[in-house]
């Protein structure tokens, strides 16, 4: 944002690009973090936050796994089962880490295209080979904001080979409605006759947390000893870890978010729709709007109104943006600028 403001001259940004947390976290996160003891390195097990995550989502503490954030988990993951020749599937579109990594430890990628904004799960199967050694789905999935029906995957994970691992990012599941919500609990402990499975998740979105790069993994015990024996020393620092466990404690001011959120999206995907626009639903707290336009352009024009969203070109939607809900004025400054650039460009 500051970089845009030096270059383009604008002021008073609005990012909209990153899917951030826009009121940022629990009052609780500020007073814990005044007392914090900075001179003493961070609990290298998280003993406190893994107890309380535990506790609340009901399974034991071997069970949970602390990262430098979701994405370094994913990343520990891919370092302990990922070898050269080995195969991992993902959809496509998603985040593009996945594919990076895979490749870093000379890996095979095998992007199976999703179906209708959705995974195909019937072809990710088909794609399964001896080879594969990890399978990664996104739910909700970034960029489309859908999840999968809770019934179709269960059904997928009894056939996937024991040997495999299967990922599943849940980044955004503070936003998803109760009903698609999967049973994290058996996922994890129910794994006789089937594929072991790891559930991924962040404080960055609805917590608030992003600056401080805190995630947590919900695992079977043995495979959260593999990722805690390639991981750094004190990977996870004590603000984050004592930030989190404020924020995780404090359930009113998370209900708060999820309704800002929700109000947010309705109001964002009524008036975009009134500039001639296609909003998607979604089950996270952003969502992918087909601008009509070619979305680079869209998204350059924004940047010189002081706008940032994020352009899905890169993904394979060339007229398709991505925007997460801002506050209150934030919206309003994004819904004006893309209303007038959309006139610019239709003039041009």
């Avoid at 992007?111 to 399978?135: C, D, F, H, Q, W």
């Avoid at 309704?259 to 909003?279: A, D, F, N, P």
Wanted: proline share 4%; net charge neutral.
């Amino acid at each position: 944002m500051e970089e845009l403001e030096r270059d383009l001259g604008v002021a008073d940004t609005v990012m909209l690009a990153c899917n951030e947390n826009p009121w940022g976290p629990s009052p609780a996160v500020a007073r814990v973090l005044a007392s914090a003891a900075l001179q003493r390195y961070p609990d290298p097990s998280g003993w406190a936050l893994r107890s309380a995550l535990a506790r609340k989502i009901g399974v034991s503490i071997g069970e949970i796994f602390l990262g430098n954030g979701s994405t370094e988990i994913v990343e520990l993951v891919m370092r302990a089962f990922v070898g050269t020749g080995s195969e991992v599937i993902t959809g496509f579109p998603a985040p593009l880490t996945y594919q990076r990594c895979v490749q870093a430890l000379g890996g095979r990628n095998i992007v199976v295209p999703l179906r209708r904004l959705s995974y195909n799960l019937g072809a990710i199967m088909g794609s399964v080979s001896e080879k594969t050694r990890i399978i990664v789905l996104d739910n909700p999935n970034n960029p489309t904001g859908t999840v999968m029906n809770p019934g179709d995957f269960y059904s997928f994970l009894s056939g996937v080979p024991e040997s495999i691992l299967v990922v599943l990012n849940e980044s955004y599941v503070d936003f998803v409605d109760d009903e698609k919500l999967l049973d994290i609990f058996s996922l994890v402990r129910n794994t006789k006759k089937r594929c072991g499975v790891a559930v991924i998740r962040s404080f960055s979105k609805a917590y608030g947390l992003a600056g401080l790069r805190i995630g947590y993994g919900i695992m079977p015990e043995e495979a959260a000893r593999c990722l805690q024996k390639l991981r750094q020393p004190y990977a996870v620092g004590a603000l984050a870890q004592i930030a989190a466990l404020a924020a995780f404690e404090d359930d009113q001011y998370l209900r708060q978010t999820q309704e800002r959120i929700r109000k947010g999206k309705e109001h964002l995907r009524e008036e975009v729709k009134k500039l001639g626009c296609t909003s998607y639903p979604s089950q996270t707290n952003f969502i992918l709007i087909d601008v009509k336009v070619n979305a680079e352009t869209l998204y350059l024009a924004m940047l010189k109104k002081g706008v940032i969203v994020r352009s899905m070109a890169s993904y394979g939607f060339s007229d398709c943006i991505r925007v997460n809900v801002g506050t209150e004025s934030e919206n309003e400054k994004f819904l004006l600028a893309l209303a007038e650039c959309l006139v610019d460009i239709e003039n041009a």
